[in-house]
């Protein structure tokens, strides 16, 4: 194997000059040129300064607000994360049942009678989940309208407009991106939070 | 799960099935040396790389001097990955500032990507620079990828060849595998995924003040180049930590489609291949038969398991609510749904690719066995690029020697006689799988360093530990990610499971290759057992499943099972 070594080595470092720098860095150069939007990470810019990216999730606590899935990591988007707790884990059935009750708290509209939306009371896979389902944005309507002091149907209509359906009409689930209402929102009732 | 959820299995299924032709007689001709409509391009690259390393690509190798050139080139992986790895602080490209990997870590690292595993007990974006993540992790993305097909090249060369000595050379096989397969496509797919929203650039991670004034750090990176090859090669180590499911490496279910679609491209296109390149191409469609049945199986089980809500969440007031997400949305991102956390799920753990959008450890405990049984038959339904081909031809040997032993007659396929010789080296690469993932399992579980890392104790943390040897051994690198496996005992004794799983599959397979390509060639006759038809498929699939059943049905029984049995009730 010894004889073996050479051709080995040379192989190696040649084959990373063009798989590990030429690759990524001209993959780089034509990304920068033909989608610096998304090159650099869909980064929404408000008065000059950085307010967070559109693809990625963050915290919203104010019940003015409509709030994204909860997060294992505490939204941290410097580090991924998620609970992996297992279907039978009491700490998973106790977090659950604890984030049903402050819902139900914190949202006297909400019919009381049905369940509260699986989704909002299970940590996303990523921790950063930017969506909700519509009917989990909609639940979450009255609370909101209530803080603002606006009506109901305005913001239906706000939530509906911001739903994507799956696309082409047939991949992925119909959705609403949190951070972007939440940005209309802001912008429409400015300070009322 | 709804119509929706299975329209779109249905529509993967047979993209899949459409595109494996394509690729599949692209591959034939890449590797019979022929030319292709990137000759002009690639053709002066590749002998240009030849002269600078000494190589003559015309000299043929035996199946020793290949498997030495093999493991003399992943040798060197191993340790230029660890010293890159062990170094990086004092290397450019560290925006973040990240600190040298311990000696544990880092050793198992740079095994699991230099054998294709990419498990992962690190999170990328809190423990590499970017350098690591380009010249260490994505080369080695590129190259042990390459390793596979080669190997499986040789393999069918030893099916393919009559009375020959030699099986290939593995320069050039692994030569025109990155540079005329892996690379046109990761350059493609990285642009693609650019254009849907995933980053590619060298900036230092973005401090976002929040709308509600807080403070955001978001990390950035040249994430595309990276996940693109990750997807293709059956590697699976995201650039994130979180893998698929973050939404910088998988932003839109379009996204999703076309990185689920890579999980099983190549392999899949390997059955046309080898069927192009025996001669045959029946019998690259049988195998294909057989390992989309798996497959199918598989999918099916999974998405009707995820599709389910918890009984416990249900009986404490959550549940699906007028068109919001039902099932078992715990570890699950909106935009993919249950539909498509569960084909991946099922998809990538076929693969031996083990990237993920969706937390397996999460799963219903049905859910989540299908992704371990999956890696417990030996990552043969499909399986890694190369590497899930040359595992199930171990079973192929296996299954006509049965159907030899049934009827007394001498064993035959594609007109190779099938003896004692290859018989043993079959085993012995069948019984690495066994003993990997029991033995190494059944230690983590007596000694207390193993026991450390379980998050939840009973069924589940068994389910734990099992996942995490059999992901190791099978070199699909996925994990239950509750199991913390950033300690010493763990990283190391993963590491040994992969190395395992690795060659010592490969070097029995490569013998096989060698001993094969030296026979004669017999004619069929009337008592030649087809190896194309149905029969053959039923045969080969059930010989799959009791090998890989009988074997893990016990410890099964005693994890997922048994906590399957448990489920819905409250503690």
Same mark, same amino acid.
């Given at each position: 194997?010894? *004889?073996?070594? *050479?051709?080995?080595?040379?192989?190696?470092?040649?084959?990373?000059?063009?798989?590990?720098?030429?690759?990524?860095?001209?993959?780089?150069?034509?990304?920068?040129?033909?989608?610096?939007?998304?090159?650099?990470?869909?980064?929404?810019?408000?008065?000059? *300064?950085?307010?967070?990216?559109?693809?990625?999730?963050?915290?919203?606590?104010?019940?003015?607000?409509?709030?994204?899935?909860?997060?294992?990591?505490?939204?941290?988007?410097?580090?991924?994360?998620?609970?992996?707790?297992?279907?039978?884990?009491?700490?998973?059935?106790?977090? %659950?049942? *604890?984030?049903?009750?402050?819902?139900?708290?914190?949202?006297?509209?909400?019919?009381?009678?049905?369940?509260?939306?699986?989704?909002?009371?299970?940590?996303?896979?990523?921790?950063?989940?930017? +969506?909700?389902?519509?009917?989990?944005?909609?639940?979450?309507?009255?609370? %909101?309208?209530?803080?603002?002091?606006?009506?109901?149907?305005?913001?239906?209509?706000?939530?509906?407009? +911001?739903?994507?359906?799956?696309?082409?009409?047939?991949?992925?689930?119909?959705? %609403?991106? %949190?951070?972007?209402?939440?940005?209309?929102?802001?912008?429409?009732?400015?300070?009322?939070? | 799960?709804?119509?929706?959820?299975l329209?779109?299995i249905v529509l993967y299924l047979v993209l899949l099935t459409a595109l494996t032709p394509i690729i599949g007689e692209y591959m034939a001709r890449v590797f019979s040396?022929g030319?292709?409509?990137?000759?002009? @391009?690639?053709?002066?690259?590749?002998?240009?790389?030849?002269?600078?390393?000494?190589?003559?690509?015309?000299?043929?190798?035996?199946?020793?001097?290949?498997?030495?050139?093999?493991?003399?080139?992943?040798?060197?992986?191993?340790?230029?990955?660890?010293?890159?790895?062990?170094?990086?602080?004092?290397?450019?490209?560290?925006?973040?500032?990240?600190?040298?990997?311990?000696?544990?870590?880092?050793?198992?690292?740079?095994?699991?990507?230099?054998?294709?595993?990419?498990?992962?007990?690190?999170?990328?974006?809190?423990?590499?620079?970017?350098?690591?993540?380009?010249?260490?992790?994505? @080369?080695?993305?590129?190259?042990?990828?390459?390793?596979g097909m080669?190997v499986l090249v040789a393999l069918i060369r030893g099916f393919s060849r009559r009375s020959a000595?030699?099986v290939g050379?593995?320069?050039?096989?692994?030569?025109?595998?990155?540079?005329?397969?892996?690379?046109?496509? !990761?350059?493609?797919?990285?642009?693609?995924?650019?254009?849907?929203?995933?980053?590619?650039?060298?900036?230092?991670?973005?401090?976002?003040?929040?709308?509600?004034?807080?403070?955001?750090?978001?990390?950035?990176?040249?994430?595309?180049?990276?996940?693109?090859?990750?997807?293709?090669?059956s590697?699976?180590?995201?650039?994130?930590?979180?893998? !698929?499911?973050?939404?910088?490496?998988?932003?839109?279910?379009?996204?999703?489609?076309?990185?689920?679609l890579?999980l099983l491209l190549i392999a899949s296109g390997l059955t046309w291949t080898f069927g192009r390149m025996v001669g045959d191409l029946r019998q690259g469609v049988a195998l294909f038969a057989a390992m989309g049945l798996m497959l199918v199986v598989g999918i099916g089980v999974t998405a009707w398991?995820?599709?389910?809500?918890?009984?416990?969440?249900?009986? @404490?007031?959550?549940?699906?609510?007028?068109?919001?997400?039902?099932?078992?949305?715990?570890?699950?991102?909106?935009?993919?749904?249950?539909?498509?956390?569960?084909l991946?799920?099922v998809a990538?753990t076929a693969a031996s690719n083990?990237?993920?959008?969706?937390?397996?450890?999460?799963?219903?405990?049905?859910?989540?066995?299908v992704p371990?049984v999956n890696m417990m038959l030996g990552e043969v339904v499909f399986g890694g690029v190369g590497a899930g081909l040359y595992g199930m031809m171990v079973y192929v040997l296996l299954a006509v020697f049965i159907a030899g032993l049934m009827v007394g007659r001498t064993p035959e396929y594609l007109g190779k006689k099938i003896e004692a010789k290859e018989i043993k080296l079959a085993m012995f690469a069948a019984l690495t799988t066994c003993?990997?993932?029991?033995?190494?399992?059944?230690?983590?579980?007596?000694?207390?360093?193993?026991?450390?890392?379980?998050?939840?104790?009973?069924?589940?943390?068994?389910?734990?530990?099992?996942?995490?040897?059999? !992901?190791?051994?099978g070199?699909?690198?996925?994990?239950?990610?509750?199991?913390?496996?950033?300690?010493?005992?763990?990283?190391?004794?993963?590491?040994?499971?992969?190395?395992?799983?690795?060659?010592?599959v490969i070097?029995p397979v490569l013998a096989i290759a060698g001993a094969l390509a030296a026979k004669k060639s017999v004619p069929a006759s009337a008592g030649t057992f087809p190896t194309h038809g149905p029969l053959f498929v039923g045969l080969l699939v059930g010989t799959v499943v009791i090998v890989g059943g009988l074997t893990f049905f016990?410890?099964?029984?005693?994890?997922?099972?048994?906590?399957?049995?448990?489920?819905?009730?409250?503690?």
């Amino acid at each position: 194997m010894l *004889k073996e070594l *050479k051709p080995a080595l040379m192989m190696l470092l040649v084959l990373t000059a063009i798989t590990g720098i030429l690759y990524p860095l001209a993959v780089t150069g034509a990304a920068q040129a033909l989608f610096p939007a998304q090159a650099n990470g869909s980064l929404i810019v408000r008065d000059g *300064k950085v307010a967070g990216s559109a693809l990625i999730a963050q915290n919203f606590v104010g019940p003015g607000w409509f709030q994204p899935r909860p997060s294992a990591v505490d939204y941290n988007a410097a580090s991924s994360g998620a609970s992996n707790l297992g279907p039978t884990s009491g700490v998973l059935i106790e977090t %659950v049942a *604890k984030r049903v009750e402050a819902l139900r708290a914190a949202n006297p509209g909400a019919d009381p009678a049905a369940p509260v939306p699986v989704e909002l009371v299970t940590a996303s896979g990523s921790g950063l989940d930017p +969506h909700l389902s519509p009917a989990a944005a909609l639940w979450q309507v009255p609370r %909101v309208a209530a803080a603002r002091e606006i009506p109901e149907s305005d913001l239906r209509a706000l939530v509906a407009r +911001h739903t994507e359906g799956r696309t082409l009409g047939l991949l992925g689930e119909p959705r %609403v991106n %949190v951070l972007l209402l939440n940005l209309e929102l802001d912008q429409r009732t400015s300070g009322t939070n | 799960m709804d119509s929706s959820g299975l329209i779109q299995i249905v529509l993967y299924l047979v993209l899949l099935t459409a595109l494996t032709p394509i690729i599949g007689e692209y591959m034939a001709r890449v590797f019979s040396g022929g030319k292709t409509v990137a000759s002009r @391009v690639i053709g002066p690259l590749e002998r240009g790389i030849y002269r600078v390393c000494g190589v003559d690509p015309a000299r043929e190798q035996h199946w020793t001097g290949y498997a030495a050139s093999l493991l003399a080139f992943n040798l060197l992986g191993v340790l230029l990955l660890y010293a890159l790895l062990r170094l990086q602080a004092f290397l450019p490209l560290n925006p973040a500032g990240m600190t040298a990997m311990t000696p544990d870590l880092a050793f198992n690292t740079a095994v699991s990507f230099t054998t294709n595993t990419n498990w992962q007990s690190y999170s990328g974006e809190a423990a590499l620079s970017y350098l690591s993540q380009m010249a260490g992790l994505t @080369v080695q993305n590129f190259v042990s990828a390459a390793t596979g097909m080669a190997v499986l090249v040789a393999l069918i060369r030893g099916f393919s060849r009559r009375s020959a000595r030699t099986v290939g050379n593995f320069w050039v096989d692994m030569v025109r595998a990155t540079l005329y397969v892996l690379l046109p496509l !990761s350059i493609v797919t990285a642009l693609f995924l650019v254009w849907q929203g995933v980053p590619q650039n060298l900036n230092a991670y973005v401090t976002a003040e929040t709308v509600e004034g807080a403070q955001q750090v978001i990390a950035q990176g040249p994430a595309a180049s990276q996940i693109a090859i990750k997807q293709i090669g059956s590697n699976g180590g995201g650039f994130f930590g979180i893998n !698929s499911a973050h939404p910088y490496e998988n932003p839109t279910p379009l996204s999703n489609l076309v990185e689920m679609l890579q999980l099983l491209l190549i392999a899949s296109g390997l059955t046309w291949t080898f069927g192009r390149m025996v001669g045959d191409l029946r019998q690259g469609v049988a195998l294909f038969a057989a390992m989309g049945l798996m497959l199918v199986v598989g999918i099916g089980v999974t998405a009707w398991a995820e599709g389910r809500p918890n009984p416990a969440m249900v009986a @404490v007031g959550a549940d699906s609510l007028g068109g919001s997400l039902g099932g078992n949305m715990e570890g699950k991102e909106v935009r993919f749904g249950i539909a498509n956390s569960a084909l991946w799920a099922v998809a990538t753990t076929a693969a031996s690719n083990g990237s993920v959008n969706a937390m397996h450890d999460s799963f219903s405990a049905l859910g989540g066995m299908v992704p371990m049984v999956n890696m417990m038959l030996g990552e043969v339904v499909f399986g890694g690029v190369g590497a899930g081909l040359y595992g199930m031809m171990v079973y192929v040997l296996l299954a006509v020697f049965i159907a030899g032993l049934m009827v007394g007659r001498t064993p035959e396929y594609l007109g190779k006689k099938i003896e004692a010789k290859e018989i043993k080296l079959a085993m012995f690469a069948a019984l690495t799988t066994c003993f990997g993932i029991l033995v190494f399992s059944a230690l983590a579980l007596v000694v207390p360093a193993g026991l450390a890392g379980i998050q939840e104790p009973g069924p589940h943390g068994l389910s734990e530990v099992l996942y995490a040897y059999s !992901s190791a051994t099978g070199n699909n690198g996925s994990a239950f990610g509750g199991y913390t496996a950033n300690a010493p005992y763990p990283n190391t004794t993963i590491a040994l499971a992969i190395l395992l799983g690795r060659f010592l599959v490969i070097l029995p397979v490569l013998a096989i290759a060698g001993a094969l390509a030296a026979k004669k060639s017999v004619p069929a006759s009337a008592g030649t057992f087809p190896t194309h038809g149905p029969l053959f498929v039923g045969l080969l699939v059930g010989t799959v499943v009791i090998v890989g059943g009988l074997t893990f049905f016990p410890a099964l029984s005693l994890g997922p099972i048994a906590e399957h049995l448990m489920t819905g009730v409250v503690p």
